[in-house]
Each structure stands twice: as C-alpha cells, then as structure tokens.
C-alpha cells in the first residue's frame, strides 16, 4: 500500500497476521497473550479489510476499524469508523509508525466516503495532532446503598429478570439495537462490536449479572454488573460495566432493583452520562457521590461539510475557517446554518483546527468556552454568539460504549 525507507503499510488479510496483530496489541496494552479461546472470540471483531499492519522485518504496527454508525444532535445517524486495535511494538515507537498509520487509516476513510471516525483513547496526547478531538465526556458516581432512598414521586418501573453474561449475549445485541438512544454521540453495536465487547463485559474473576428491565412495550434497558466482595471492611461493590436504557421509567426501575440487591455497600457507575442526574432518584441527593470525570469518544470528521450537514443545527449563522492539514480538501471556509452548509470565499468570523471542530460538533464543548481559550480564533464576536446556538444541544453527549 504506502512504503517509507524501512517501512511497508499493509491491510492484514491472513490469519497469521490478524492474530499477530491482536498479540501486538495486547503487548502493546501490557496485557498477556491471548489464549486460543480468547482469540477464537475476538476473531469476528476484525471485519475484512480494515485492519493494518507496518512491517519492518516483523510485524511492528497495527490499527484497525469496524463499521458503526453515531447518533447525532437531532437523532440521524452517520456512517462511523470505529478505529480501535492501535499499537506500535515497545522498540519501535516515536519514530512515526502511528503517524503512517494514521495517515494509510485516513485517506483510506476519506476514499470510501466515510464521514466520521471514532475512538477511545488510552491516552490523552496521541490522537489530537491527526485531527481527533474529544467529542463526549463522562462523569462516575457511586451511590451509597444504604442511604440511597427512591423518592415518593419516582416511576415505579417494570419488572426486572436475571440471567448470566452468555446467555444474555445471545439476545442482548437486539435489546441494544431497539432501545431509543437519548444521547448524541451513542453509536450503533453492530456484528463486530460485540465479540470483543462481549469479552470486555466478563474480564472479571466475579460472576457477572444481567438484569434486564421489561416496561409495557418489552425490554427497555438492561444492566450488566458483578459484585465485588474483595474489601471486607467497606461491604460489597456492585459495579455496572454496561448500563443502557431507553426511557427514564427504565433507569427507574433497574435502580429500585439495583438497590435491592443485598450485601452490597456501594454501586459504582462509571463513565456515565454528564447529564444522567441520579441525584433525582434519592431523597437524600447526597446518596450520590461524583467520584470522577473525563473524556468518551474522540471524533475525527473524515468529510466536514458532510458531517455538518447531516447533524441538527440550531439558530444562527457563522463562517467558519476550517484547518486540516492530514485532510486538505476540508481546508477551507463554510457558511454554516440551521439550513445550509457550502463553501464560501466571504470573510471568516471564527477559524479552527479540524480536531476542535470535532469537540463542538456532538455539542460536548461550547465554541465561546474554546474560544476563550484559544483554541478558536475569532475574527467577529457575533460569530461565537452564533456558534453556540447553532451547535447546542438539549443533552450531553455521550457515547457509552468502550471499543
Ligand atoms: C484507539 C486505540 O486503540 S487506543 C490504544 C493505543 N495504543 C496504546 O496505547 C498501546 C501503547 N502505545 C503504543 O503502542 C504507541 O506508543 C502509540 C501507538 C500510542 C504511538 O505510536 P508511535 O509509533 O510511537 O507514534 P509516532 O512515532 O507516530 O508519534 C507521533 C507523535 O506523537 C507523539 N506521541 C505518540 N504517542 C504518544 C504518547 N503516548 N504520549 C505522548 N506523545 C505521543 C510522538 O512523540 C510524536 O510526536 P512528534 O511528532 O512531535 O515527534
């Protein structure tokens, strides 16, 4: 595909090599190489074509992507490449084997047509300067079960039934598929998510639940939890490791039953919505604890005016200067609104890197809090006004799936 001096670039076809690169990976992850069982499981997350590999006399590079597709402001979806599988092996970083990488990834995603890439990043300073930005974030809470009270006016909720990690994963893929997503910035868990996610849910040496809530139409959200019993001194600690729902009566009623489940101190919610106000639920508020917060999904628009014009815009009108140096043909300026987005030769009112574009574009960050901190270049007040009109959005986004 692309060569540098010591490097080739290729898409990883054989089963050799698609293994190879999951080894590297976990190397990469410091985690231990994978068991023929393990492997046998995460096989049907490569989809064909779609992964990478650098090779100098071995393998020393790799990064793949499957299909998805996010949820916008306004409900549509688009296409997403959810990149995921990145590492380059110990001896051989910093000398830009990502950088190859990322840039073989890219123009291939922007070839196809696809407008948007994802990912969830193990470190904070890797993706920015290929054009990702961070487009979600998350808050975690615990909830001390004892003091944890359901408030009078709280919807009672449906009935909830138990069954284990493998037998839920026959038909949880359904459930997911046909809840309503409440947030911008969810994404679609097609056929190769669930292999890999399916492993992530049971890395546990604890039984795992799944609680699965019934409303008046059917399954309407679900829990996956394991309890940990390893701190005699602080109680048990339910953890969910996957919670999702359709409807406020569904989150309802997986907490009642949640706060049922006995020996259990605490139930820890990691990495959840910024706006999912547990707090409602107790008649002491105080029962929730915020206990952290950080970054979900980091975006990459692949084709900008494509993917502004596909999301919901609000009120307002700007000219933005957009700046993709990996991309060029995004380079350039837009006129965006409710209802229009074209390239213009008018004025710009606010200029912008391609990666901060993609932090205002699910409504995560507000153009004037970027723009007080430079991260936006303003030629006209008015345009930061406008901007936060035209890309705010009723809830936090958040995507809420590891990949
Ligand atoms: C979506 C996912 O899969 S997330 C998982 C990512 N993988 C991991 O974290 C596994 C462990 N880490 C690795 O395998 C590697 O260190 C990688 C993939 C993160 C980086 O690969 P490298 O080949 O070293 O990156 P490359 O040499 O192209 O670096 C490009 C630039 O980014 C910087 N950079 C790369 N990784 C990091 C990092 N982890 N922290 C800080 N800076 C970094 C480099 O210093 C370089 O900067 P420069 O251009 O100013 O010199």
Not at 41 to 67: C, K, P, S
């Amino acid at each position: 595909m692309a060569t540098m001096s010591d490097h080739t670039v290729q898409v990883l076809r054989g089963e050799d090599d698609l293994r190879a690169a999951y080894d590297l990976l976990r190397h990469g992850l410091h985690a231990p190489p994978a068991s023929a069982e393990d492997w046998q499981r995460v096989r049907g997350a490569y989809q064909e074509g779609n992964t990478l590999g650098v090779f100098d006399d071995t393998l020393i590079g790799t990064a793949r992507f499957f299909d998805s597709e996010l949820v916008l402001p306004g409900g549509d979806r688009v296409p997403m490449a959810a990149v995921t599988g990145v590492a380059v092996r110990p001896n051989r970083t910093r000398r830009g084997v990502l950088t190859e990488l990322m840039h073989t990834q890219l123009t291939d995603l922007a070839e196809r047509g696809v407008p948007v890439a994802g990912l969830v990043a193990s470190e904070g300073l890797i993706y920015g300067r290929f054009g990702y930005g961070i487009a979600t974030t998350s808050r975690s809470y615990t909830v001390d079960r004892r003091r944890a009270v359901p408030r009078p006016d709280l919807p009672l909720g449906g009935e909830v039934e138990l069954f284990d990690l493998d037998t839920a994963l026959e038909w949880l893929p359904a459930v997911y598929r046909d809840l309503a997503p409440r947030w911008p910035g969810m994404m679609t868990r097609g056929r190769y998510w669930w292999p890999a996610g399916g492993v992530f849910m049971g890395r546990t040496e604890n039984p795992v639940t799944v609680a699965v809530h019934h409303g008046p139409g059917g399954a309407d959200g679900y829990a996956v939890y394991q309890v940990d019993r390893s701190d005699p001194r602080h109680g048990a600690v339910l953890k969910l490791i996957d919670f999702h729902y359709g409807s406020f009566s569904a989150f309802a009623g997986i907490w009642r039953y949640l706060l049922g489940v006995d020996l259990v101190a605490e139930i820890e919610a990691s990495a959840r919505p910024r706006d999912e106000y547990a707090e409602l639920l107790f008649t002491d508020p105080r029962a929730v604890r915020a206990t952290g917060a950080g970054d979900d999904i980091w975006l990459r628009l692949v084709d900008v005016p494509g993917a502004l014009r596909a999301r919901e815009r609000g009120q307002g009108t700007v000219v933005l200067e957009v700046v993709d140096p990996l991309l060029e043909s995004n380079s350039g300026r837009y006129l965006v609104s409710a209802g229009e987005v074209s390239k213009v030769t008018t004025p710009a009112g606010l200029r912008l890197n391609v990666d901060t574009l993609a932090m205002i574009y699910l409504g995560g960050w507000r153009p004037s809090a970027l723009a007080e901190a430079g991260r936006i270049e303003v030629a006209d007040p008015a345009a930061v006004v406008a901007a936060d009109s035209l890309f705010a959005t009723r809830r936090a986004a958040w995507c809420g799936t590891f990949f």
